[in-house]
């Protein structure tokens, strides 16, 4: 059976950092298309990066201060976060599948774990 567990939220000040991760098991053969989303009570999920496939991915809002790295022999998705600002503050979860030709954050993911908080005070 298929399953993601993040790690890593925390409470930080604004212009502070954090490690994400995310632990993949249950996948047999290959290595999965892996992503980061995150939502905050009242808005939409919005996908943050993507990374497989040989490719990444990062979403225009953070773009230049997360990167989003993984370590494919043993399925561990990673997402360095630098200057955090109180907007992203939100429910960080992991995403994976093993369908797609391509791996994107539009991707469509069928795994998900069961999120990490982050909360950035100013």
């Known amino acids: 059976r298929v399953q993601l567990v993040e790690s890593g939220g925390h409470s930080v000040q604004a212009g502070g950092s954090l490690r994400l991760s995310c632990a993949a098991s249950?996948?047999?053969?290959?290595?999965?298309?892996m992503a980061w989303f995150r939502q905050h009570p009242g808005k939409e999920r919005e996908g943050v990066a993507a990374a497989g496939y040989g490719r990444t991915e990062h979403a225009a809002s953070v773009k230049g201060r997360f990167t989003i790295s993984r370590d494919s022999t043993k399925n561990t998705l990673y997402l360095e976060m630098k200057s955090l600002k109180p907007e992203d503050t939100a429910m960080y979860y992991c995403?994976?599948?093993?369908?797609?030709?391509?791996?994107?954050?539009?991707?469509?993911?069928?795994?998900w774990g069961q999120g990490t908080q982050v909360t950035v005070s100013s």
């Open positions: 995403a994976a599948e093993n369908r797609a030709t391509l791996c994107e954050i539009a991707s469509d993911y069928l795994y």
């Open positions: 249950g996948f047999t053969a290959g290595s999965p298309c």
